[in-house]
Nanobody, 121 residues
Framework: QVQLVESGGGLVQAGGSLRLSCAASGRAFSTYGMGWFRQAPGKEREFVGGIRRSGSTYYKDPVKGRFTISRDNAKSTVYLQMNSLQVEDTAVYYC???????????????WGQGTQVTVSS
């Protein structure tokens, strides 16, 4: 069993930055793919970006060039650096672990509880 705990959410003005953290329990963190998702009010949960066990990253188009995902395997933590935030980025942000590196939504077996990010205009 893997437990994920997000932190770092909050209220920020448009154009500002936030860094989210996701701390994982367990010893196999370095072997997992990790992903970030978000869910805005009244909308379905959507994929934001992911980081493979190799450290390579991939992102959905709306956040490319603004968001950066990184990982620190020694700390079993994955980060989401969000710059140039827009009102449309307002959502609950979740991290998730993909033990098999499937890069499929259904491969994310473990989820955090989420952290709220609110961007004001």
């Amino acid at each position: 069993q893997v437990q994920l705990v997000e932190s770092g959410g909050g209220l920020v003005q448009a154009g500002g930055s936030l860094r989210l953290s996701c701390a994982a329990s367990g010893r196999a963190f370095s072997t997992y793919g990790m992903g970030w998702f978000r869910q805005a009010p009244g909308k379905e949960r959507e994929f934001v970006g992911g980081i493979r066990r190799s450290g390579s990253t991939y992102y959905k188009d709306p956040v490319k060039g603004r968001f950066t995902i990184s990982r620190d395997n020694a700390k079993s933590t994955v980060y989401l650096q969000m710059n140039s935030l827009q009102v449309e980025d307002t959502a609950v942000y979740y991290c998730a672990a993909d033990p098999r590196g499937s890069e499929s939504y259904f491969g994310y077996d473990y989820w955090g509880q989420g952290t709220q990010v609110t961007v004001s205009s």
